[in-house]
């Protein structure tokens, strides 16, 4: 059975920070592309950061120099620690993993993230 599982999001102040941490088993994760989305309330889920099966990362221009993606392999785990957030990065933060070709991707249930004063 396939799970991703986010953790780590909640309540933070403006300029504060917050990891996220996404655990995932039922698939070959190693291989996987995995990353971060996110869904702002009354917008599209959109890409936050990715990184590849060989640690190639991708980043929105928003988040470059605040949020960064790493993965631990053995562990099957993505991570994004995020520092001076903004009212802005409010959303609900999926972990997702996907294998190109034959394409296949999988999502975690999404965990919300709000910055507030």
């Known amino acids: 059975q396939v799970q991703l599982v986010e953790s780590g999001g909640g309540l933070v102040q403006p300029g504060g920070s917050l990891r996220l941490s996404c655990a995932a088993s039922?698939?070959?994760?190693?291989?996987?592309?995995v990353g971060w989305y996110r869904k702002p309330i009354g917008k599209q889920r959109e890409m936050v950061a990715t990184?590849?099966?060989?640690?190639?990362?991708t980043y929105q221009e928003s988040v470059r120099g605040r949020f960064t993606i790493s993965r631990n392999n053995q562990e099957s785990s993505v991570y994004l620690q995020m520092n001076n957030l903004t009212p802005e990065d409010t959303a609900v933060y999926y972990c997702?993993?996907?294998?190109?070709?034959?394409?296949?991707?999988?999502w975690g249930q999404g965990i919300q993230v709000t910055v507030s004063p």
């Open positions: 997702g993993a996907y294998f190109p070709i034959p394409f296949q991707d999988y």
């Open positions: 039922g698939f070959g994760f190693s291989r996987y592309v």
């Open positions: 990184i590849s099966h060989d640690f190639k990362t």
